[in-house]
């Protein structure tokens, strides 16, 4: 799972960001101010780092230029500031990218995607992590879709696995049935969200040693479902 780095001063923008990088599968910590961002960034194993150029204490500009004499990832500035001066600047402390606010969730998580497949193109490195999730005794090889639990390959069928992966690439994230439903069958799918549940009980018989007691796929009432990491 890829890890990422916000820095970003303003909660409410942080916390979205978060959210629908989370929701891709992304691994997100944040910082609120300069320094705390650049001791994260700079003591971390972070693969892209998304960083406002506005921050309190130590400013963006000062932090990508500090970040780019250490560190060989992808650093994308963002900024309410429209000027070409700020973006050639940016530019030319090394930053990969310049976003200006507001934008759409979905332009930023495309960007983000991008440069990341770019830089492992660029190092070519083959990224095991995004092909393969394994959590304790679990091994979810998503390239050949199977599963396996200690060793021993359980079969699933086409939604369950689509729901345990998708699970499992959001750990300790809790989702209800709805959101589970429109995302794996479609918002416009003919069904009901009962077979959310009826996939859940059927992934917990071939992955839990006890399915009455999960340790994976846990339940968390009324609010949903929850993959414990």
């Not at 499992?168 to 809790?174: K, Q």
């Not at 995302?183 to 009901?192: A, E, V």
């Amino acid at each position: 799972m890829k890890k990422l780095l916000i820095v970003e001063d303003e909660a409410s923008i942080a916390e979205l960001e978060r959210d629908y990088l989370e929701i891709e599968g992304f691994e997100v910590d944040m910082a609120h101010n300069g320094e705390e961002g650049l001791r994260m960034a700079l003591e971390g194993e972070y693969d892209l780092l998304l960083l406002d150029v506005m921050l309190p204490v130590i400013s963006g500009f000062d932090i990508c230029k500090q970040i780019r004499s250490t560190k060989d990832i992808p650093i994308l500035m963002v900024s309410a500031k429209k000027e070409d001066v700020d973006k050639i600047r940016g530019l030319g402390l090394g930053a990969d990218d310049y976003i200006v606010k507001p934008f759409s969730p979905s332009e930023l998580v495309a960007r983000v995607k991008a440069h990341l497949a770019r830089y492992d193109r660029l190092v070519g490195r083959e990224d095991r992590e995004t092909d393969e999730i394994q959590i304790r005794g679990l091994r979810i090889d998503k390239a050949s879709r199977r599963v396996f639990v200690n060793g021993k390959e359980v079969p699933c069928t086409t939604k369950e696995f689509d729901v345990l992966v998708f699970l499992a690439s959001n750990p300790n994230r809790v989702f209800s049935k709805e959101h589970l439903f429109d995302r794996i069958w479609g918002i416009d799918s003919m069904g009901d969200i009962a077979t959310v549940t009826v996939h859940i009980r059927k992934i917990r018989e071939k992955i839990e040693h006890d399915p009455s007691n999960p340790q994976y796929v846990e339940t968390v009432w009324g609010a949903g479902y929850r993959f414990h990491a």
